[in-house]
């Protein structure tokens, strides 16, 4: 909530900053974002073991 508090904060203060008179809707924040995402890789032989 303290996304909305400061967006009602920045509307009461600096109106004309924002284009319209209804209060902006609160989306929510996405688990990740990539700029450029790695490639999916299929697992390849997921039992064989390195012999060392």
Do not use: H
Request: charged residues 25%.
């Amino acid at each position: 909530m303290a996304r909305a508090a400061t967006l009602d904060a920045a509307r009461a203060r600096f109106p004309e900053r924002f284009s319209t008179n209804k209060p902006p809707q609160i989306l929510s924040i996405p688990e990740s974002a990539w700029i450029n995402k790695p490639a999916v890789k299929p697992i390849e032989n997921e039992e064989l073991k390195l012999a060392a």
